[in-house]
């Protein structure tokens, strides 16, 4: 075996070990999550990723149990592989809708948005269904655990879409070495197979990345959005402001357009209509965050890119081109081999 080659098969057989619990989790050939992403991971972008050896998980977002049956039956159709479903903690029908993923013997149930009721967690348990839940701190990864949890994901502010306050380099470091007991996915801004490395070399059991499937050429994402994506950098990617500390609004992390300019108005709007009667404040709260939800699908499903919402992490400039759904992990995956293996040649 040459020089070149050596290190690099070394490379890889060490990338599956440090991959191997997360990978074990997920029933995947890599521990590589797709984040769910409204209007764009649905079954096509999900089958392809599970398909390509990662794990797609479908966003539920605000689908009635009736649709959510239909989209993990499209998925069905279109992969044997495993997948899950991300449920956002706030919606009505939580419980329905866990449920609906018992029934179709989803191994996976996502819990996003908030802290899960323990009544929703116990139900996906006791129906075979493995539960992963978002934690944003510390104190939060160990009460998830203690209420269930079999395994975490933390997000970064790096990330597209509603974003906490804290940076994943800053998350990894205060949550990776001190949560041993169920498998830890990253997330946020992770763009590149380096990366990945670095980070499951930290202690994660994996990861989860979003932007970078955008452009994946099995998702249905309009094309004017995904031009949006190739043409966009880093520093495009901007989260929202709040106008009115009585009216907390999560950020969302977009590229800039006018859809983001209006939601300014929007808010503005909105609080005004609360000081003069006309909304109480959780119909003032909802009416602002409800603006999202049909700016997203303008721009995802109708293409239109500049009033519609363009939610995208800050890897967003490392999206240059459409790529299936497995060159993406491929290349991902050579990325960290030829980082590991570079080192072995370094020290040879």
Known sequence: MNEVVAPLVGAEAMLDRLMARGAAFLGSRYAIMGGAMSWVSERHLVAALSNAGAFGVIACGAMEPPRLAEEIAGTQALTRKPFGVNLITMHPRLEQLVDVCLAARVGHIVFAGGIPPGSAIKKAKEGGAKVVCFAPA???????????????????????????????????????????????????????????????????????LGTRFVCAAECIAHAAFKNA?????????????????????????????????????????????????????EAAQLDIEHFWAGALRRAVIDGDVENGSLMAGQSVGMVTKEQPAAEIIAELMAQAAAALAARGRGAA
């Open 138 to 208: 510390l104190v939060l990864a160990k009460r998830l655990i203690r209420s269930g949890a079999d395994a975490l994901v933390i997000e970064g502010s790096e990330a597209g879409g509603h974003i906490g306050p804290v940076s994943l380099n800053v998350l990894a470091q205060e949550i990776l070495p001190h949560v041993t007991e169920v498998p830890v996915f990253v997330a946020g801004g992770i763009g590149r197979g380096e990366a990945i490395l670095s980070y499951l070399e930290m202690g994660a059991a994996g990861v989860q």
């Open 229 to 281: 994506f190739i043409r966009g950098h880093a520093r495009d990617a901007m989260p929202t402001v709040q106008l009115d500390d009585a009216f907390p609004v999560i950020p969302v992390r977009a590229l800039q357009n006018g859809g983001t300019r209006r939601f300014l108005e929007h808010q503005a709007e909105t609080i005004r209509r609360f000081r003069a009667g006309e909304l109480d404040k």
